[in-house]
């Protein structure tokens, strides 16, 4: 094939090359390092290569002229691999040939270099994603914590269901990244565009907890929101820890910070802090008029520095606690 393919992310152009050693130092700064050279021996690699980062996954699309090997690092990252025009034969240390197409993507895992042998007018869009982020939505979507690397199947056939899904989430990011005021301008969408890719990979490709994910569940996290909103409020007082709480509760603490997070827009801790806040106001506004005293109530409540506490809480109730109880005694 002599023609090109079409050109994705066009608008981030990184590099365009004439060498193996230009590409290999273009592709290395993008994505892992990487050796790049022409299946031939021949100094010249005429590549180009567009790239972005949404969120936290990098997003590239690379093309080559001429046939070539490349071999990769061992990786700290995900990685997928999409072919959009010609071939290429993917090998994993101590696994089998991948034959990657228009109709069959590559998965690679981190921890096992891999060489790539690329057809000529070789195009392809590739996908850097990072082991904590991919695991973290991972535990979300199970509710639950995982604790060893997610294994994928390493062919990934893009004409199922879930190749559809993954497709249609690289067209998403495509189309917002040739708009200077599009989604990739705004932050909670740049969220929600990695959002969608994540569980695009996780519920379209085969992976070791699979499995778990088809057994129907709450939404995302919910369940350890809930169940940690319940033990805070049972035991306001004890000195919490996110890492206590997050065992109570059963998930990572990663997990239940993202799930506070989406759920209530807030952290574990800050959640605390408020609820905290709320109790001492009702002290104060029932006190007796010749009670307790407003450090008394506050450090019943784990509020132990008092110029803090003030600060919170006249944030919070558009007042000073000492007004409160004023007020209280009062009527």
């Known amino acids: 094939m002599t023609g090109r393919p079409a050109e994705l992310f066009a608008s981030h152009p990184v590099a365009a090359t004439t060498t193996a050693d230009d590409a290999t130092a273009a592709l290395s700064e993008v994505f892992l390092p990487v050796q790049v050279e022409s299946a031939d021996r021949s100094p010249a690699v005429r590549m180009h290569l567009n790239a972005l980062r949404v969120g ?65 007018w070789f195009a392809q869009v590739a996908v850097m994603i990072p082991r904590q982020e991919l695991q973290t939505e991972l535990e979300l979507l199970l509710d639950a914590p995982v604790s060893d690397p997610i294994e994928f199947d390493p062919a990934f056939a893009l004409d199922t269901a879930g190749g559809r899904a993954v497709t249609q989430a690289l067209r998403l990011v495509e189309e917002a990244s040739g708009r200077s005021d599009g989604p990739l301008a705004h932050p909670l969408a740049v969220r929600a565009l990695e959002q969608v890719f994540l569980h695009s990979l996780l519920l379209g490709q085969p992976h070791d907890h699979s499995a778990a994910l088809a057994v129907p569940r709450g939404g995302s996290g919910a369940r350890s929101v809930s169940w940690a909103v319940e033990l805070l409020r049972d035991d306001l007082a004890r000195p919490w820890t996110v890492g206590e709480l997050a065992a109570a509760a059963c998930t990572s603490v990663r997990s239940l910070q993202e799930g506070f997070r989406r759920s209530l827009d807030t952290t574990p801790m800050a959640y605390l802090r408020r609820l905290r806040l709320e109790r001492v106001r009702e002290d104060l506004l029932t006190a007796a008029p010749d009670g307790v005293t407003v450090t008394e109530v506050a450090t019943r409540w784990g509020f132990l520095h008092v110029s803090r506490f003030a600060g919170a809480y006249g944030e919070r109730f558009g007042e000073l606690p000492s007004e409160t109880l004023r007020r209280a005694r009062r009527s």
């Open 56 to 120: 936290r996954i990098t997003f590239g699309y690379m093309r080559f002229r001429e046939a070539v090997r490349i071999r990769t690092a061992e990786p700290v990252e995900y990685h997928l691999d999409v072919p959009v025009q010609a071939r290429m034969t993917a090998r994993t240390a101590g696994g089998p040939a991948l034959h990657g197409s228009e109709q069959t993507a590559g998965v690679f895992m981190p921890g096992r270099p891999v060489d790539l042998d690329c057809s000529d």
